[in-house]
Nanobody, 123 residues
Framework: QVHLVESGGGLVQAGGSLKLSCAAS????????MGWFRQAPGKEREFVAAIRGSGGSTYYADSVKGRFTISRDNDKNTVSLQMNSLKPEDTAVYYC????????????????WGQGTQVTVSS
């Protein structure tokens, strides 16, 4: 069982930056692939970024590539999402998730989810 808690969301102007963090419980954190997803009002939850358990491989949605960076610290059981050059279309609730790593960019590839943190980007 993994318990995930996100933090770091907020209101930022377009072009600004935010860093989201996700703290995980459990002693097997490094065995999980970690992902970030987001859901805007009226839209389906979509993949944002993922990182393998070792941290050696990262994956990004085309819409955030070059602007967002995912990282993890297995000693601290945390995963982060640095978001730069934010756009109004990045506005959404952002969710942290943990999974086996078989399908890193798919919703069904994750078994544990946080409660989400709101990110609002004003124009």
């Amino acid at each position: 069982q993994v318990h995930l808690v996100e933090s770091g969301g907020g209101l930022v102007q377009a072009g600004g930056s935010l860093k989201l963090s996700c703290a995980a419980s459990g002693r097997t954190f490094s065995s999980y692939a970690m992902g970030w997803f987001r859901q805007a009002p009226g839209k389906e939850r979509e993949f944002v970024a993922a990182i393998r358990g070792s941290g050696g491989s990262t994956y990004y949605a085309d819409s955030v590539k070059g602007r967002f960076t995912i990282s993890r610290d297995n000693d601290k059981n945390t995963v982060s999402l640095q978001m730069n050059s934010l756009k109004p279309e990045d506005t959404a609730v952002y969710y942290c998730a943990a999974g086996s790593g078989i399908y890193v960019s798919r919703f069904e590839g994750y078994d544990y989810w946080g409660q989400g943190t709101q990110v609002t980007v004003s124009s």
